[in-house]
């Protein structure tokens, strides 16, 4: 499985995703699953993935080759979309053409295929949006009342982001929230695992101001992950029934 | 859905179930998915319940039929088995027997029915002992390396559990640990509600030594679970990243 998570907040986005890939429990593998597109001034866009990895390895892919198409148009390329919702738009079509042509060879197998992303990204003179696509190439959108966004293994980190999160966070608490929602996760669910990437999107600056790729012991996160055990333990002591 | 979960300590057993049952989400009731059985001195046992509320009932009330019928057996009736683990055998037997049966009347619908339990209990000169009983009737059963077992939602409630309950752990902490992993789970999952249903059985008290319903608002949990936050929301702020 994965996990990855998105934060659409004030003063910017903040994304994370593990890189465990799967295929039965004897065959775990290191994949990337946060994909940048920028052109900085213009756009930025980030793109995380969860589910087959066939699917969202040739749907990245086409992404791509529908970008450096020397005829492309906004209504192919994800860098030329005049609007993040197009933008969401031709992934969901892309992502839901995918998966139909895999799911169709895999069917004589009697074994379905599925993937998800979440796309975050904002271009010169529009907002800063963040959609989850769903395998079918349908989405929703993050919003104030529900300013984050996962796919995959999502329950356990869930707690802490409805605890914590709103539009308002700042970006350095939003880094301390997704890291402690993944570490969690990362606990309780083996098909989740390290290395992590992280990016971060502040507001207008029309870049990925910041990607960071957090290995295993990495000491910044080991440190947050103990003094976060220490809150729960003493905390847990503390309270009184 | 549901939440139950359960845990085997070296001091005793603490259960705690929620109480929501929804049939769709424009239709939800309350039933009680803990059943207790006992005959102090002798022997005491928990039920609790997760899955298609058709299956649990009639599951349970025919486990009540074979202990009332005159002549009943160690083979039958789970108050006259010869130990705990033929117990969980006739649960599973019959838990598995229901769903067969109402599945096959399902059939024509497309829809399948399921339901798991996790049965403690002990008898006298017997271990305490907790069995997590599958919809098809086999069973695996807590221990010390995994003193809890849960049916359910139940990755919202896992990481808490995960990271303070040990076999050592204190009845009082217990009771505290499984309450922190229900309130996670009732604030992210709508599909599970209050009141919640708590047994606790001490180690050979060979009866059920204390249960407690805690209605929606009651003042002792509603102070936990805000005092829970505050660990959260404090604990959050302070570290450092």
New interface residues.
């Given amino acids: 499985m994965t996990y990855c998570v998105g934060l659409l907040l004030d003063a910017g986005m903040v994304l994370l995703s593990d890189t465990r890939t799967n295929a039965g429990l004897d065959n775990i593998s290191t994949y990337k699953k946060m994909f940048t597109f920028e052109q900085p001034g213009e756009r930025a866009i980030v793109i995380m993935t969860a589910g087959s990895l066939s699917v969202t390895q040739t749907a990245i892919a086409q992404l791509q080759e529908m970008i450096d198409d020397p005829d492309a148009s906004g209504e192919r390329s994800i860098m030329l979309a005049p609007t993040m919702l197009k933008v969401a738009e031709i992934i969901g079509r892309t992502l839901s053409h995918v998966r139909q042509d895999i799911d169709s060879k895999m069917e004589m197998a009697k074994v379905s295929t599925s993937a998800s992303m979440i796309v975050a990204g904002q271009r010169v003179d529009g907002e800063m949006r963040m959609f989850l696509i769903y395998p079918e190439g349908n989405f929703i959108e993050a919003t104030p009342d529900t300013p984050f966004l996962q796919i995959g293994?999502h329950?356990?980190g869930?707690?802490?982001l409805?605890?914590?999160v709103r539009p308002s966070t700042t970006l350095?608490?939003a880094?301390?929230?997704v890291?402690?929602s993944m570490d969690?996760t990362l606990?309780?669910n083996l098909s989740v695992g390290m290395p992590l990437d992280m990016a971060v999107i502040h507001k207008n600056d029309l870049r990925v101001t910041e990607t960071r790729r957090i290995e295993p012991h990495d000491p910044?996160f080991t440190k947050?992950s103990e003094?976060?055990?220490d809150?729960?333990?003493d905390?847990?002591?503390?309270?009184?029934?």
Same sequence: chains 1, 2.
């Fill in positions: 293994e329950k356990y869930k707690p802490i409805d605890r914590v350095e608490d880094r301390k929230a890291l402690l969690s606990r309780s910044e947050m003094a976060w055990s809150v729960l333990r905390g847990f002591s503390a309270i009184k029934i």
